[in-house]
């Protein structure tokens, strides 16, 4: 499976985002991380097939919104009232089979990587 991330940019404190993640096959979990200049890459959230529930980071957790179109293998990041320490390379991921809920937030539960879109949030 290959993922391809996109939607990411330059923008200022207060505004929305919106990224986007084909999947080139169909997969089971998708979600999003990030990675900011010297720290290492955390969860942001993620999704499983429709009817699942969705988890999010603490962090984002009211701001941002996980959604997917199964139809298209397509997982969207809505990102609102950014501010710059939401500023990161975000990373699509995916798995084909189910993740525990236990484990959903660790990278290494993931088998599939896009290759990061960059948002920057600065005034």
């Known amino acids: 499976v290959q993922l391809q991330a996109s939607g990411g940019g330059l923008v200022q404190p207060g505004d929305s985002l919106r990224l986007s993640c084909a999947a080139s096959?169909?997969?089971?979990?998708m979600g999003w991380f990030r990675q900011a200049p010297g720290k290492e890459r955390e969860f942001v959230a993620t999704?499983?097939?429709?009817?699942?529930?969705?988890y999010y980071a603490d962090s984002v957790k009211g701001r941002f919104t996980i959604s997917r179109d199964n139809a298209k293998n397509t997982v969207y990041l809505q990102m609102n009232s950014l501010t710059p320490e939401d500023t990161a390379i975000y990373y699509c991921?995916?798995?084909?089979?189910?993740?525990?809920?236990?484990?959903?937030?660790?990278?290494?539960?993931?088998?599939?990587w896009g290759q990061g879109t960059e948002v920057t949030v600065s005034s």
């Open positions: 991921a995916a798995r084909q089979t189910r993740i525990v809920v236990s484990s959903i937030r660790f990278p290494a539960s993931y088998d599939y």
């Open positions: 096959g169909r997969t089971f979990h």
């Open positions: 999704a499983p097939l429709s009817g699942g529930v969705a």
